[in-house]
């Protein structure tokens, strides 16, 4: 993006040398560990990786809604605010005005006492001057714009009432009701029906796009990814593997992890035998391995893995890097097998 | 709503009725009126003979609560024979003693408890949460009796000129002054308070905790509402319904009497004449007193219920 003079524009969000850790009796368990990325506004920002990766805390992180004993270091600067030294006041202005959050499971994410329509209109009251009623209008008109049918009558209906899928659209009503600078999304399908994710999907990137706002969509599937989002970052144990443009890490890949949950993904074109999946499981983070925490996993590694953590390395595309030691091989790999 | 309420009603008109049928088929089973009169029989035939005519003791006992209910249709309980008045009467009087009581004790415990949760919930694990679960431990751990009696000594007797110990007086506990009536009722209201405080905030605690884990209060603060809001509203209203429930048979638990309480404070409620009653086979009295409770607990549950549905729509709407 750049503007007429040819400046680029600041990022919407900057985050700087990101590391959160909870305490617990054996220490500090380093839940994300300086993770530094940006989204310029408008744009799709999709953050891949397994559970416990890292990526829902770092989402916390900067709604500043994690849990009481958690440490968190590095910068945070949200259009040119700082989120990280703000008072908690100046915080909530913020959350659901200017950072809408959608969370995973939509049975348990909506107040089951308040109708569906009451905690949007809440959600409008608390941020702009207009009365209860206007709100109630403009709850409606959300709902009909997200695809909930007869509006009307299912905004005084409760969460229990609604099935999954259309309480995640509801949700979505509910984040997109302030228009939002930033919509983050956590794994906003997860706990869906396979056939209800693609149409929640859909609705998502739908107002994404009337809206305007950047969203940093956060999921374990990479196959959501594919079709809408502009760049992609991929975690593993905290840190981050792969970051680069979409085509750049769907084709080009140069990470092994990330050539491991490509490789998982079951292709319909080519039938196969059993299911590629990766062998072990993450790492505690409590204890991690020394040097890459994707090396005991990996069909890659040599000996030299186990020495250091290895740099995030900025490879020959824009915005592409990779954090590997056997970056240069891998190219070698790739084209061998093409 | 209308509906569900009337089906509540409904139900609880048959619930109470087999309620007190069993109770006075238990308690007829247990107190026998004659008892004293079985020693001297033959020579006292005309007294045994009267009383069994008086309380159908010849009827079958499975039968005898139907003709007990007939005459208390019309308004007729009976005659206690310790207390020298209809029952009607000493319900009425005990009754209303009995409120005097537990009224402020439920008030003041619920109140205290429904903070302390709050406080316990929001500020787990720190000095304040710790200081009061302990506080609450040592209520629960003393007996009832006992904590009234060291609520006694020290604000009794300690402190003369403060409350006092009163003499047993079985009259109606109104027509005195307002103060004179603060001073007399607070002792005891007070020692029932702090056992249902105890109890009841480390219940309330536990559900304001699970409420504040919830999914949906970490929505309400992503909307950016403030943290008194998340907690009051959001959170409060969810972890009151199982709160309701104990706080219905709390109180149907208090006005009933609590025979330990008033006795030691001298307090001419319900419990004292329950008990007097029994140890005399008054059985009138007896069948009266547990009508009056039996109803409380009844039409306690039906209030639960309703309150159920009016603080959560999953309950009114099935």
């Known amino acids: 993006m750049t503007y007429s003079n040819g400046s680029t524009p600041p990022p919407l969000l900057a985050v700087d040398d990101l590391s959160v850790g909870f305490h617990n009796r054996e220490g500090v368990v380093r839940a994300v560990s300086n993770v530094s990325f940006e989204i310029n506004p408008g744009e799709v920002l999709a953050v891949v990786g397994e559970s416990g990766s890292g990526k829902s805390v770092t989402a916390l992180a900067l709604m500043q809604l994690h849990p009481r004993n958690t440490e968190i270091t590095g910068d945070v ?15 909530r202005s913020i959350r659901g005005r200017d950072i809408a959050m959608i969370f995973q499971d939509p049975m348990t994410a909506m107040n089951p006492v308040f109708s569906v329509g009451d905690q949007i209109v809440e959600s409008i009251v608390l941020h702009s001057d207009i009365n209860k009623k206007e709100a109630w209008n403009k709850a409606v008109d959300l709902l009909a714009s997200v695809g909930v049918p007869e509006p009307k009558r299912r905004a005084s209906q409760y969460p229990h009432e609604y099935s999954g899928g259309m309480r995640q659209r509801a949700m979505i009503a509910m984040a997109i009701a302030n228009d939002p600078k930033l919509l983050i999304a956590d794994e906003p399908t997860t706990a869906l029906d396979v056939t209800v994710q693609a149409q929640v999907m859909e609705v998502l990137y739908e107002v994404q796009e009337q809206t305007g706002s950047a969203m940093m969509l956060i999921t374990h599937d990479l196959g959501l990814v594919a079709g809408a989002a502009d760049r992609v970052q991929v975690m593993y144990a905290s840190r981050l593997m792969e970051t680069g443009g979409v085509d750049d890490v769907f084709y080009r890949s140069r990470n092994p992890y990330t050539r491991a949950l490509l490789d998982s993904i079951p292709d319909l074109e080519t039938v196969k035998e059993t299911l590629n999946s990766i062998p072990g499981n993450p790492p505690s983070l409590a204890h991690p391995p020394p040097g890459c925490a994707f090396a005991p996993r990996c069909s890659m590694a040599i000996p030299d893995c186990a020495e250091g953590v290895p740099d995030l390395v900025a490879l020959d595309e824009p915005g592409h890097a990779s954090r590997c030691i056997r970056t240069a091989d891998i190219e070698v790999a790739v084209e061998a097998t093409v | 709503m209308f509906a569900y309420i ?43 003979d009267r009383i069994t005519e008086v309380y159908n003791l010849d009827t079958n006992v499975w039968l005898r609560p ?65 200081f009061f679960t302990g506080l609450a431990f040592v209520g629960l751990a003393f007996p009832s009796f006992v904590l009234a009696l060291v609520i006694q000594n020290i604000f009794g007797v300690q402190f003369q000129n403060w409350f006092g110990v009163k003499p047993f007086n079985t009259g109606r506990k109104t027509g005195t002054n307002f103060l004179e009536l603060l001073r ?58 199982p709160l309701v429930t104990l706080w219905a048979l709390n109180f149907s638990a208090l006005l009933s009497g609590s025979v330990v309480t008033e006795s030691i404070f001298s307090w001419p409620g319900l419990g004292p004449a329950f008990i007097t009653g029994l140890q005399a086979s008054d059985l009138d009295l007896v069948l009266g007193i547990v009508l009056l409770t039996g109803s409380i607990v009844v039409v306690f549950n039906l209030i639960a219920d309703v309150l159920y549905g009016v603080l959560d729509p999953r309950i009114r709407l099935n």
Request: hydrophobic letters at 50%.
């Open chain 2, 66 to 130: 139907f003709i007990w209910f007939g005459e208390a249709l019309t308004g007729d309980l009976g005659e206690s024979t310790t207390i020298g008045q209809p029952v009607t009467e000493v319900l009425r009087t005990r009754g209303w003693n009995t409120a005097m009581i537990a009224v402020p004790a439920f008030l003041v415990s619920a109140i205290f408890a429904l903070l302390l949760s709050v406080y316990s919930a929001r500020h787990q694990y720190t000095f304040g949460d710790y």
């Open chain 2, 184 to 241: 007399d009722i607070t002792l005891p209201a007070m020692s029932l308070a702090i056992l249902f405080i105890s109890a009841d905030s480390r219940f309330g605690r536990a559900s304001m905790l699970e409420t504040l884990n919830q999914d949906y209060i970490r929505t309400a603060r992503a909307k950016g509402i403030s943290e008194r809001s998340v907690v009051w509203k959001h959170a409060l209203r969810n972890a009151l319904i």
């Open chain 2, 6 to 48: 009337t089906r509540r009603v409904l139900v609880s008109i048959p619930l109470l009725a087999v309620a007190l049928y069993l109770v006075f088929i238990g308690v007829s089973l247990t107190t026998d009126p004659r008892a004293d009169f079985y020693l001297c029989l033959p020579r006292c035939q005309d007294g045994f």
């Open chain 1, 77 to 91: 600067i949200f259009d040119g605010m700082d989120l990280l030294s703000m008072e908690d006041e100046e915080m």
